[in-house]
């Protein structure tokens, strides 16, 4: 049987071993920042906010949920930041939500992102 050495390698010129106190922290990004559990799934959903004096309700259909939002698909195209009242019709539960994203526009709508201000992690009706 041949004996394995590990060898080390030529060290890179400048590069040496760092104290923890001059580590950099970089930004999370893409799904680093996901504070929960994503899972497919297409729950009918209304949205309802007010335009002009007057109450609008517009359905739409869930393509991914979370914790603490979704992404849906609804017919209407509405501006980020938009507040508005989101109700899962399986679970008849409503809670305040925000615009947070605008995506693509489908043949059914637009991919809305959508985040609950007040999340209740029993909102979908099942576990994440």
């Given at each position: 049987m041949t004996e394995f050495q590990a060898r080390?390698?030529?060290?890179i010129p400048g590069r040496g071993i760092q104290?923890?106190?001059k580590a950099r922290v970089t930004p999370l990004?893409?799904?680093q920042k996901r504070r929960g559990v994503r899972?497919?799934?297409?729950?009918p959903v209304t949205l309802e906010w007010n335009s002009g004096g007057n109450s609008v309700r517009e359905a739409g259909q869930t393509?991914?949920?979370g914790p603490y939002g979704c992404?849906?698909?609804?017919p209407l195209n509405l501006d980020v930041?938009?507040?508005?009242?989101?109700?899962n019709m399986v679970s008849?539960?409503?809670n305040r939500a925000v615009i947070v994203w605008r995506g693509h526009e489908r043949m059914e709508g637009w991919e809305l992102g959508i985040e609950l201000v007040n999340p209740q992690m029993d909102f979908w009706g099942f576990d994440l």
């Open positions: 080390r390698g030529p060290s104290s923890i106190a990004t893409g799904i899972v497919n799934s297409q729950v393509r991914v949920v992404m849906a698909v609804v930041k938009q507040t508005v009242q989101l109700t008849k539960e409503t």
